[in-house]
């Protein structure tokens, strides 16, 4: 999941977007008609070849990428944004990302021929890979193929979740993982469940979990006024976050905005935040004091 407040298909600052185009494996467009039996066992040969490739994670639902800085995690980072999305956050600025068959085939080593290349570009700032999305962990086998991959190149790994399916993330993936950027995206479970149509409780398990084995978190918090701001609601986020130990490095509250209100109105989603405006300077810095009177750092 990403709360980056940018947009994700935005092509980044001297890095084209990569060609998505062309599916590696499988697509209407390699498929053989009016060939009788033939035709039809290359079909369903194919379909089984893509299936094994999914699987087995060499093959994955891709939305695009960027490199960044300054955003993703530390250094400049190439922050791939994968499809699908269990969410269904009201304030989701890339709601194109929620339905995986939206995302397009990419392969494991097309994106780490890419890790590859900009291998000095992280070395030199402190930078390194952010699996973003949509949310990663809805493709696990994807997810750690690419983690594994950029490790063993000595590339820093960052997973950006909103912590949903955190049971997908095993300890041999994590062990891998130098920064889980975790989103908590309200404290009190109603809230949590008005926002995004989930359950708050994986994400908690997650964050205590990452915090219990010591792998190095920055949470985020999207402050919407009307939703998100109620103060027992702030009050509850950083109670949480402090339950997840000193491996949170930090905390970024982020203030809504409306960046995302034409993908949902292009996608003919309902879009339910029309009306409201982002929160005032002085009040996202108020609920950054919440969590600094915690002894978080908070930006
Ligand atoms: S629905 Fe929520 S978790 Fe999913 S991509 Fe959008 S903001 Fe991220």
Redesign the pocket.
């Known amino acids: 999941?990403?709360?980056t407040p940018t947009t994700t298909t935005s092509e980044p600052t001297g890095a084209p977007v990569v060609a998505l185009g062309t599916p590696l494996v499988g697509g209407s467009h390699t498929r053989t008609h009016g060939h009788g039996t033939a035709g039809l066992e290359a079909v369903e040969a194919e379909r089984a070849e893509r299936l094994a490739a999914v699987r087995e994670g060499r093959l994955g639902s891709v939305h695009s990428w960027e490199l960044v800085t300054a955003v993703d995690g530390p250094g400049t980072r190439l922050t791939v944004f994968l499809s699908g999305?269990?969410?269904?956050?009201l304030?989701?600025?890339?709601?194109d990302?929620?339905e995986m068959r939206r995302g397009t085939d990419v392969s494991a080593d097309e994106i780490l021929a890419k890790v590859a290349r900009y291998r000095g570009v992280f070395r030199a700032t402190g930078g390194g890979l952010t699996i973003s999305?949509?949310?990663p962990l809805m493709q696990p086998a994807f997810v750690r193929r690419l983690v594994r991959g950029a490790a063993a190149m000595g590339v820093p790994v960052a997973i950006d979740?909103?912590g949903?399916l955190g049971a997908h993330a095993d300890d041999e993936l994590l062990d891998d993982v130098d920064l889980v950027l975790l989103?908590v995206?309200s404290g009190l479970p109603d809230t949590y469940r008005r926002?995004?149509g989930r359950e708050l409780q994986p994400t908690l398990d997650l964050g205590r979990r990452l915090g219990a084995r010591g792998t190095r978190m920055w949470v985020r918090f999207?402050l919407v006024p009307g939703l998100t701001d109620d103060p027992e609601n702030v009050a509850a986020v950083a109670d949480h976050v402090v339950s997840f130990g000193p491996a949170v490095e930090r905390v970024e509250v982020l203030p809504f905005h409306q960046m995302g209100r034409d993908k949902w109105d292009e996608l003919g989603m309902r879009y339910e935040l029309t009306d409201t405006e982002p929160p005032s300077p002085e009040a996202t810095e108020a609920v950054r004091e919440v969590f600094r009177a915690r002894g978080l750092t908070t930006f």
Request: hydrophobic share 25%; proline share 8%; charged share 15%.
């Open positions: 999941m990403s709360t999305c269990p969410l269904r956050c304030y989701c600025h890339n709601p990302t929620m999305g949509g949310e979740t909103s949903f989103d995206k926002v995004t999207v």
